[in-house]
């Protein structure tokens, strides 16, 4: 399955770096998420973008900042990041935004950025 | 505050049939999920239960009781290539997904 793509796969950086992740998808959806994901942790939330409009921020610290320049790719700008802020970072995308429709919205994961903050 | 509930970790034996169960305490419910994620993967979709009762799709059934509360994911005749963390989530009144942390099935010859 390569409906959702992620670059890059790893990425280390120290706490005064500046980085982006970047997602992609393929499926034609509407909607794309950024989560977070810790060992042994629940999938935290972090931002959805409809139809390229923000509609989810989960009190998620200004250091991370989203973009979604259109409906098939969406970036995670990172800066002066935290060493407890190493974590898998995944994307997805859905047809529609379940907040808005309801319904068997499925998300679809890309394989994520494995984050490391020195 | 909300919750899901899963066995952190199982251990079965290649050919069983394991059963992983999901609890879950939300404001409202409007369907569950339940994905599987290999190491270092994306997390796959395998299922959405919205009504009661059992949904098979081939070596994989899930589960669902809302009255109680709970949900569960059979897997038969198991292989080695399900060795993975499998992840239930519910979509709540708001129709947020909250997600549990997932269990990790090991799989042994």
């Known amino acids: 399955e390569t409906g959702v793509t992620q670059t890059p796969r790893h990425l280390v950086m120290g706490m005064t770096n500046k980085k982006s992740l970047k997602c992609e998808q393929h499926?034609?959806?509407?909607?794309m998420y950024w989560y977070k994901q810790s060992a042994k942790k629940p999938l935290e939330l972090m931002f959805v973008?409809?139809?390229?409009?923000?509609?989810e921020n989960n009190s998620v610290p200004s250091r991370f900042s989203p973009e979604c320049p259109n409906s098939s790719h969406l970036f995670l700008h990172l800066h002066t990041l935290q060493p407890e802020d190493s974590a898998l970072y995944l994307c997805a995308s859905s047809p529609k935004f379940a907040g808005t429709s309801g319904g068997a919205d499925t998300q679809y994961f890309g394989p994520g950025t494995r984050l490391t903050v020195l | 505050g909300q919750n899901i509930d899963q066995p952190t970790e199982m251990t079965a034996t290649e050919g069983a049939i394991v059963q992983i169960n999901c609890t879950y305490q939300t404001s409202g419910f409007n369907g569950l999920f339940w994905y599987q994620q290999h190491a270092g993967e994306a997390p796959t979709f395998l299922s959405y239960n919205v009504l009661d009762g059992l949904e098979e799709k081939g070596r994989f059934s899930s589960f669902l009781s809302r009255s109680k509360g709970y949900s569960y994911l059979l897997l038969k005749e198991l292989q080695m290539k399900d060795s993975a963390s499998y992840l239930c989530?519910?979509?709540?009144?708001?129709?947020?997904?909250?997600w549990g942390a997932g269990t990790k099935l090991i799989i042994k010859p």
């Open positions: 973008y409809n139809f390229k409009e923000q509609t």
């Open positions: 989530a519910v979509r709540d009144s708001n129709y947020q997904l909250i």
């Open positions: 499926l034609g959806h509407n909607a």
